[in-house]
């Protein structure tokens, strides 16, 4: 703690303007905030990226995929006569010119996107490795495989992205979770990815359990005019939340308790009870897409 005492001396930042703390999930950096009683949460991506590495790993199918498709790409990245025969192979076969995209295991995203572009080329792919000696492709049942991973990584590869925008809310972190696991629960093509799908969703209930005991991630949905109150899990959480917010807005208005204050109160107390009334449609932002495959789940709820 005394180490991030002196950042916030250099930086000239009072440790009582410390509203919230962003940080890893290590054990030294969550018992440093605790010990100095600063208010911290995980980063909602690093954590989800926690979940998919635990869902990649309880699967064989996916893992023997991802392995094929890392020896592939090294193949194309070291030899470029191979990369000029693969050029030519995607013109012949009228593929976009796209370079393959090696697997970063610090960025669980890559492991996607090198998935995605494999299928994408995976005509030109069939066709080298069967001209040259000593490449292994995938099988057709490997390809299946892969085609239902990347499906199943696409919605959790979208709320990454949608948290980490500069101007992301922290009223997200609820829905999206909600919306991950109604995905997840759906029923589909899992050939070769039940039981990552399963290992997701139960990673995502563990890594996240307490998500709802946390009153700003419950204030900040409920009072998002996108939100509101359809994402809670429980009466109980909703209940709880419009008390806290409540007592925040009293907190921020009230300055002595007087007939004057008590009737800002009640008055309070009755538009958070008509929140639920407001359509929440009509007070999603423009700028959030709603063609996507998360935001239409979101829409579902909503």
């Known amino acids: ?136 492709c995938s099988t057709a049942y490997q390809w299946s495989v892969a085609e239902n991973a990347v499906c199943v990584l696409a919605s959790i590869e979208e709320a990454t992205r949608e948290v980490s925008f500069e101007t992301a809310h922290i009223s997200l972190v609820i829905p999206i979770l909600t919306a991950l696991r109604n995905l997840l629960n759906k029923k589909g093509n899992d050939a070769g990815v039940k039981t990552m799908k399963s290992t997701l969703l139960k990673s995502l209930d563990e890594r996240f359990k307490d998500i709802e005991k946390k009153p700003l991630y419950t204030e900040a949905t409920m009072v998002d005019p996108r939100f509101k109150t359809k994402f809670f899990s429980s009466q109980a959480t909703l209940t709880a939340a419009k008390a806290a917010v409540l007592l925040a807005f009293n907190k921020i208005t009230l300055q002595k308790v007087s007939i004057q204050d008590e009737s800002q109160s009640e008055h309070a107390e009755q538009q958070i009870d008509k929140i639920e009334e407001v359509p929440a449609k009509q007070a999603r932002l423009d700028n959030f897409s709603t063609s996507s495959l998360l935001w239409r789940c979101i829409d579902e709820i909503i």
């Not at 025969?85 to 976009?96: G, H, I, M, S, T």
């Not at 796209?98 to 960025?107: C, G, P």
Request: aromatic content about 10%.
């Open 1 to 136: 703690m005394t180490a991030f005492q002196q950042l916030l001396d250099k930086w000239n930042i009072d440790v009582g303007h410390c509203h919230i703390i962003l940080r890893d999930n290590a054990a030294n950096i969550t018992k440093c905030f605790h010990d100095g009683n600063i208010e911290s949460f995980g980063y909602f991506a690093y954590t989800t990226q926690l979940c998919v590495h635990d869902g990649l790993l309880s699967q064989p199918a996916v893992s023997n995929i991802i392995s094929i498709g890392k020896k592939l790409v090294g193949h194309f990245k070291h030899s470029s006569s191979a990369t000029g025969r693969f050029k030519e192979l995607q013109a012949e076969l009228f593929l976009p010119d796209q370079q393959l995209i090696q697997d970063i295991s610090t960025r669980w995203n890559s492991t996607f996107y090198m998935l995605c572009r494999l299928c994408e080329q995976r005509r030109a792919l069939t066709v080298y490795c069967s001209e040259v000696e000593g490449t292994s």
